[in-house]
C-alpha cells in the first residue's frame, strides 16, 4: 500500500518569501512523486514529477521539488512567492512496478497556500 | 497541447433526474480516469478506462454509469443521484495506462455538480 502526508493544511508566506510545502510518502516500492496544483473551481495542473534520475526536479512557475529517499520526502519549493501562488498544491504518489494498485495515483490530503502582501 | 475538456462546467439536478458528464481529449492517450473532489479533499478515483476498456471501479454506486465510445471521449451518466453526490467531477488521462517512467495524468477542469 502506500500513502502520502502532507504537514500543514495550510500555510501562509509573505509575497517574495520563500515557499516550502511539505509531503512524506510511504510505498513499499520505488514510488513516482507528483506536485500538482489547484486554483480555485479549476482542475488540477502538474507542478512536477519525480520518475528516476536526478533527484531535484524543476518545474512551472519556479518551483522545485527534491527526492530524498532516505527521509522519504519530496517537499516543495519556491524561492520566492508570488500573490499568483496562492492556491491548493497536492502531492500525490503511485506505484512504478506492477501489483494491484499499479498506476492508480493516491493524494495527500492538500495545504492551502496564502500568499499575503 | 496537454488539454482535457469537460462540459458542461455547472450542473444542476434534481433526485430524479438523468444527466451525462462529457469529458474529452485529442492527446491519443490511452486511459482516461473519472475522479470526484468534495470541497477541501483530494480527488478520489471513480473509474479508470484503458484502452477503452473499464479497468478499474472503485466500488461506485450503480448510480454512476461510466462509458468510453472510443479513445478520445470519456461519459458518466448520472440518474438518481443522492445530495451527498454533489462535487466536482474530474477527468484526467494519461498516454498508457500505468506503464512508463513518465505516465502521467493530466486533467481537465472539472464539471460542479450540485444534486437537489
Known amino acids: 500500500a502506500q500513502s502520502v502526508t502532507q504537514l500543514g493544511s495550510h500555510v501562509s508566506v509573505s509575497e517574495g518569501a520563500l515557499v516550502l510545502l511539505r509531503c512524506n510518502y510511504s510505498?513499499?516500492?520505488?514510488?513516482?512523486l507528483f506536485w500538482y496544483v489547484q486554483y480555485p473551481n479549476q482542475g488540477l495542473q502538474l507542478l512536477l514529477k519525480?520518475?528516476?534520475?536526478?533527484?531535484l526536479v524543476k518545474g512551472i512557475n519556479g518551483f522545485e521539488a527534491e527526492f530524498k529517499k532516505s527521509e522519504t520526502s519530496f517537499h516543495l519549493t519556491k524561492p520566492s512567492a508570488h500573490m499568483s501562488d496562492a492556491a491548493e498544491y497536492f502531492c500525490?504518489?503511485?506505484?512504478?512496478?506492477?501489483?494491484?494498485?499499479?498506476?492508480?495515483?493516491?493524494f495527500g490530503q492538500g495545504t492551502i497556500l496564502t500568499v499575503h502582501p | 497541447d496537454t488539454e482535457v475538456t469537460q462540459t458542461p462546467k455547472h450542473l444542476v439536478m434534481g433526485m430524479t433526474n438523468k444527466k451525462s458528464l462529457k469529458c474529452e481529449q485529442h492527446?491519443?492517450?490511452?486511459?482516461m480516469y473519472w475522479y470526484k473532489q468534495k470541497a477541501k479533499k483530494p480527488p478520489e478515483l471513480m473509474f479508470v478506462?484503458?484502452?477503452?476498456?473499464?479497468?478499474i471501479n472503485e466500488s461506485v454506486p450503480s448510480r454512476f454509469s461510466p462509458e468510453c465510445p472510443n479513445s478520445s471521449l470519456l461519459n458518466l451518466h448520472l440518474h438518481a443521484l443522492q445530495p451527498e453526490d454533489s462535487a466536482l467531477y474530474l477527468c484526467?488521462?494519461?498516454?498508457?495506462?500505468?506503464?512508463?517512467?513518465?505516465?502521467?495524468?493530466?486533467f481537465g477542469p472539472g464539471t460542479r455538480l450540485l444534486v437537489l
Open positions: 484526467a488521462s494519461s498516454q498508457h495506462p500505468g506503464q512508463g517512467a513518465g505516465e502521467t495524468q493530466y
Open positions: 492527446m491519443g492517450h490511452r486511459a
Open positions: 500525490a504518489v503511485r506505484r512504478s512496478e506492477g501489483g494491484t494498485s499499479y498506476g492508480k495515483l493516491t
Open positions: 510505498s513499499s516500492v520505488p514510488p513516482y
Open positions: 519525480y520518475t528516476t534520475g536526478a533527484t
Open positions: 478506462y484503458s484502452y477503452e476498456k473499464l479497468s
